[in-house]
């Protein structure tokens, strides 16, 4: 019984990863754009939820909702206004204006929030659980999971459903091709970002009301996030919440050998996944 | 006219630096000692990166090694702490294999996020080594360092305490470490390997195309730069005298700040690192009460030197003045080849 609870577990650990994930994934694979201020920036929003709510005394489910549209336009600005200045064949460039927005993001956090750790004050569903069959679970943590399955839906529904998901498909594949079709690369672009912030903002959620926050754990973060996207294959979100729960459960698996180990059976999972399949376990376009 | 001018300013420049320890402070010494042994890493990561294209965020996982390695070395073996640095640039480059094996097999930006994984299981891994402290880590034992190969020879020729020889005698090692790593990589720039490696980076195809081995030569790279950096990481960690897996794989110390030296000096460019960690050092001076608006102003410059000036500083001063004092391209020969006798 304690490996399937361990398992359960592991599946809810994995769907926060997935969700950190979703978004850094729907960028990778549209404009192979790889974003190292993507865990800063989810811990950014959960200072801004954490902020809206301090403020206006709301829940912080609500305050998520308000904070949706800010991190939205911070997205669109940031990829209009700095990332589509670097994007291009080499892959220098955004890696390091994105790592030294990192940088920034996380100490602009410190100076403004200090390194106190803070936690969302969700209410009394934090301690709550239902038993399902013969395991319980944590409502947090089933809601976490549920999200992220809500999540890759609704960005797949997006992708293959709509004139946008189109557009951003047709990118990917072919810019210069999608571009003679009337497509503007650098605006679609812009949505990408604001979306994946989007979904940055409901991911910041789940961290800070699932455990402490503060401004220096977003890289770490960010590294379970690649890990999954990357084992999930490039471009497809379904394989992005794969890698999600293989990196969750090989770290609940990993914890209960011994609680150092959670990390590392983590990585090793990781390594392990990529000496078989280079390319991930669903890869969709070709990098 | 460039060409007259180098070779006379590098020595003298050199001899300056190695007077420090006679004529300067111990600070001194000991802060100067910390911008060679950045510099050693940013000549390195540099050769990765602005050469051979490949993007390592996971440097920091050899200079822990070669750390390891130099306190396995002296604590548990019994060595000299400067026979252990060999030990630990050996041991940093056998480990590079495997690691080499795994991350060669991602490209891109695929490769950054390998070798950054690769650095935190080293960093994991090493915490559970019980004899050098797990995860708390260890120091060398008393005396370790002053009764060091050449401290005494080290005393006799400068004098002061043994503290002081041992910190002049790694900042003459860093110094050296320095001088050999720019003359080695002019030389291997200006080789046919060197040649090769930038015609892959420029344009792989047309590499391949005329008979470019691309993976043997990044393979080559990317050991020979492990062995730098794991040497390195052990003298760092001789003078610093405790280690822990924190500090010893810290990815903001040995990766971050040397990422920021190089892009601010200029990325492929062989004087771009020496001039980064110029500014790094400058920077730090300036602003060194304000511990996090230091690293804001950093990353911002990392950022504006990616939006306005690609290749750093160096780059810009050449493209703007024509100017190379230390060019690495060989100029086409003129009209008829030059005679060899």
Not at chain 1, 52 to 59: A, E, F, K, P, R
Not at chain 1, 125 to 152: E, F, H, K, R
Not at chain 2, 55 to 68: C, K, P
Request: charged share 10%; aromatic share 10%; glycine share 12%.
């Amino acid at each position: 019984m304690i490996w399937l609870d361990t398992l359960v577990q592991g599946l809810m650990l994995g769907g926060l990863y997935a969700l950190f994930a979703a978004g850094l994934s729907l960028v990778f694979g549209i404009m192979r754009l790889v974003n190292l201020a993507h865990g800063d920036l989810i811990v950014l929003g959960a200072y801004l939820i954490l902020g809206i709510g301090t403020v206006t005394g709301l829940n912080p489910f609500v305050a998520a909702l308000l904070a949706l549209p800010v991190m939205f336009a911070l997205g669109w600005l940031l990829q209009g206004a700095l990332l589509n200045r670097v994007l291009g064949e080499d892959i220098l460039p955004p890696l390091l204006v994105t790592f030294g927005l990192s940088v920034v993001v996380q100490n602009a956090l410190l100076i403004g929030f200090s390194a106190d750790s803070r936690k969302l004050p969700v209410g009394p569903i934090d301690a709550q659980s239902l038993p399902l069959g013969p395991v319980t679970v944590g409502v947090m943590p089933l809601l976490t999971l549920v999200s992220a399955v809500l999540v890759i839906v609704v960005l797949n529904q997006i992708f293959y459903r709509t004139a946008l998901g189109r557009a951003f498909r047709a990118t990917s594949d072919d810019p210069v091709t999608a571009q003679l079709m009337g497509i503007r690369p650098r605006s679609i672009f812009a949505m990408a970002t604001g979306i994946a912030l989007v979904v940055a903002t409901i991911a910041a959620l789940y961290l800070g009301a699932r455990a402490n926050f503060d401004p220096s754990i977003g890289p770490a973060r960010l590294l379970y996030a690649f890990e999954a996207v990357i084992i999930g294959g490039l471009g497809s979100l379904w394989g992005t919440l794969a890698g999600g729960l293989v990196i969750g459960v090989a770290q609940a698996f990993g914890a209960a050998l011994n609680p150092e180990w959670q990390v590392l059976v983590g990585h090793l999972a990781f390594v392990a996944v990529l000496l078989v399949r280079p390319r991930g376990l669903f890869p969709r376009a070709n990098d | 006219m460039g060409k007259t001018f180098t070779p006379l300013i590098l020595p003298l420049l050199v001899l300056g630096m190695a007077l420090v320890p006679v004529i300067g402070s111990r600070a001194l010494v000991q802060d100067l000692f910390m911008v060679l042994c950045l510099l050693v890493l940013a000549l390195n990561w540099n050769m990765l990166a602005g050469f051979a294209g490949l993007v390592s965020v996971g440097q920091q996982a050899f200079v822990g090694i070669g750390a390891y390695a130099m306190f396995a070395s002296v604590i548990l073996w019994g060595m000299d702490p400067l026979a252990g640095l060999l030990v630990g640039g050996l041991v940093a480059m056998a480990l590079a294999v495997p690691v080499a094996f795994f991350t060669f097999r991602l490209n891109g930006a695929y490769f950054a996020i390998g070798t950054w994984v690769v650095a935190d299981i080293a960093r994991l891994a090493f915490s559970q080594w019980k004899a050098l402290g797990g995860g708390t880590g260890t120091s060398l034992p008393k005396g370790a360092a002053q009764e060091m190969l050449g401290v005494a020879t080290v005393r006799g020729l400068i004098g002061g305490s043994k503290a002081a020889a041992v910190d002049a005698l790694t900042y003459w090692l860093a110094l050296a470490l320095v001088v050999v790593l720019l003359l080695a990589s002019w030389a291997f720039l200006r080789s046919r390997m060197g040649l090769g490696l930038q015609a892959v980076r420029d344009n792989a195809l047309a590499a391949r195309a005329v008979g470019v081995d691309p993976l043997r030569l990044k393979a080559l790279v990317f050991l020979l730069t492990a062995f730098g950096t794991g040497i390195c990481g052990g003298l760092l960690f001789i003078q610093i005298g405790r280690i822990s897996p924190g500090a010893a794989f810290s990815l903001l110390d040995w990766t971050a700040f040397v990422i920021f030296i190089v892009v601010i000096g200029g990325i492929g460019t062989l004087p771009g690192p020496v001039i980064g960690v110029l500014v790094f050092y400058g920077l730090e001076r300036l602003l060194a009460d304000y511990g996090t608006v230091y690293l804001i102003v950093l990353g911002l410059i990392g950022i504006a030197i990616m939006l306005f000036a690609r290749r750093g500083l160096w780059g810009g001063f050449v493209q703007r003045t024509g100017l190379d004092p230390l060019p690495l391209s060989h100029a086409a020969p003129a009209a008829p080849a030059p005679t060899r006798s």
